[in-house]
């Protein structure tokens, strides 16, 4: 935006303009801009408080805490260590999934990345100072820590575990959290020996009897050379993921699906060779899990069919873990009958005829031959019962090339009523990634199908969409 320019204000307008502007350490133009921001959010307030009232609700007359009460809020706070740079993508994967977020910064996490980079990622001041004269008049340091649903502590340095552990608060940061009625989630980060240290193992196991959760670290290697072991901080798109899982869908969420029954499969099969080897693929689960929780946050009763994947099982979804087609297939028939069934496990077309007993081994006669039989069709197989079957059953095709041509044929083939095409090419990122690009197939009343297509979203995003879709499809509430 263009450098803001505003005329024909009076002297007092221009007077109190001044005064908020000091109060939030802005510029009064930044001000300007920030108001017209909430202006197209929710109703502006009729006047300015007066300025003997206005040092008690400045504050809470603006920005995060005039948020409406069906956002969620979570304030992240952010150590110091290197995995600091880690928590700007955290931000940005918050408000992906719809979250309000606002940021806290220690002194040493300034030492790694800056509050403007925080701030501009956050649309948000970012919080550095327990001694902050704009903020502290009105205790502001109580108050950030009870205007949030859950704080998230990323990455969490053995430093800040042990001011937690102990009650310690002698920044902004230990002093929101030790204040803190909320939920926290930790995201610890730290070299391994100091992470396997008994002082911090003693923290660790007094934060978890204290109710305080904990994501990770994980295994890999470290910023500093030579050195590896747990302590990496977890992934932001993880942290995210058990953000959403803590705090759950919304209590004024409406739930339009709720009495539907949905069943869903996702992630791939694996078709053994041997009692080591399988044929599997690519796929990570995570658009299919993605549209469980959806589901489930609209209302429905959603049993989730899942491959072998490396994800948490949604909250309040019933979940039956599977490895093979076959398996997924009875699972599935044992699941019906249901209103609604999205298939997008990516299946194996095929299977060994006879696999081996024990493991195969390399002779002198050369590779030994593997006979490939087709596995069922399961999308094919529920779309063509004559009893039970869904009345809306939705397919995935997933391809790498003729995409729109590919996804048509398969649609006429299988007898589903949708169909979700993508473009699972190596390039895309799809397959395993966190973002989407789908087209929605469906058949006119002249039964030609037409398609709609929908730009690059995160997984999240596609489930939602679909849900939506789902909703506005259906007929009247279910009995």
Known sequence: MASLTVRKLDDAVKARLRARAAVSGRSVEEEIRVILREATVIPPPTAFDDPASRNAASLRDKGFFNVSSRLTKVTVIVGGGIAAYKALDLIRRLRERGFFVRCVMT??????????????????????DLFDASSEFDAGHIRLARDCDLIVVAPATADLMAKMANGLANDLASAILLASDRPVLLAPAMNPLMWNNPATRRNVARLARDGVAM???DAGEMAEAGEAGVGRMAEPVAIAAAAARMLGPPQTQAQPLKGRRV???????????????????????????????AAQAAGAEVTLISGPVD??????????????????????????????????AAVADWRVAHAGA??????????????????????ATISNLRDERPPLVIGFAAETEHLIGNAKAKFARK??????????????GVMGGDRNTVHLLTRGEDGEIRTESFPVMTKEEVAAMLIERIISALPGPAA
């Open 107 to 128: 002194n040493a996490a300034q030492q790694f990345v800056t509050p403007l980079s925080a701030g501009s990622l956050s649309n948000e001041r970012c919080y550095t």
């Open 215 to 217: 994501i990770g670290p």
């Open 263 to 293: 069943l869903i499969t996702a992630g791939p099969t694996r078709e053994a060779i041997d009692p080591v080897r399988y044929i599997a693929n690519r796929s990570s689960g995570k658009q299919g899990f993605a549209i469980a929780a």
């Open 311 to 344: 994800l948490d099982d949604p909250p309040g979804v019933t979940v039956a873990h599977v490895e093979s087609a076959r398996q997924m297939l009875a699972a599935v028939e044992a699941a019906l009958p249901s209103d609604i069934a999205i298939f997008t």
């Open 358 to 379: 024990q493991k195969l081994k390399k002779t002198e006669a050369g590779v030994p031959p593997l006979q490939l039989i087709e596995n069922p069709d399961i999308l």
């Open 415 to 428: 007898g589903c009523d949708w169909m979700i095409a993508n473009d699972v090419s190596p390039g895309t």
